[in-house]
């Protein structure tokens, strides 16, 4: 059963913008605080965003001021924002409880070209 399905990456110049949406099955959506990660090309699984069930949200230093994650309760969906996007962001996106308590969906690929 697919529970977390991503989607929304593509290809970006640098300075632009991507909003890729994860819509999350059953209860995981209404019980979890939700995150979003990313994994570049050789190199470990990064947290970039969550949200707990509050809206309240955190972010790394990396992102902070750039990336936004909202949530829509009504769609089980939840969005990040991506402003002012930079080469190094380019990694496969994927979201998840803060804590990764379910299977990975397949990811979005989001690329920051010129």
């Known amino acids: 059963q697919v529970l977390l399905v991503e989607s929304g990456g593509g290809l970006v110049q640098p300075g632009g913008s991507l909003r890729p949406p994860c819509s999350a099955a059953?209860?995981?959506?209404?019980?979890?605080?939700m995150a979003w990660y990313r994994q570049a090309p050789g190199k470990q699984l990064e947290l970039v965003a969550t949200i707990s069930r509050g809206d309240s949200t955190t972010y790394p230093d990396s992102v902070k001021g750039r990336f936004t994650i909202s949530r829509d309760n009504a769609k089980k969906t939840v969005y990040l924002q991506m402003n002012s996007l930079r080469p190094e962001a380019t990694a496969v996106y994927y979201c998840?409880?803060?804590?990764?308590?379910?299977?990975w969906g397949q990811g979005t690929q989001v690329t920051v070209s010129s």
């Open positions: 059953g209860t995981i959506f209404t019980r979890h605080p």
């Open positions: 998840n409880t803060d804590r990764a308590s379910f299977s």
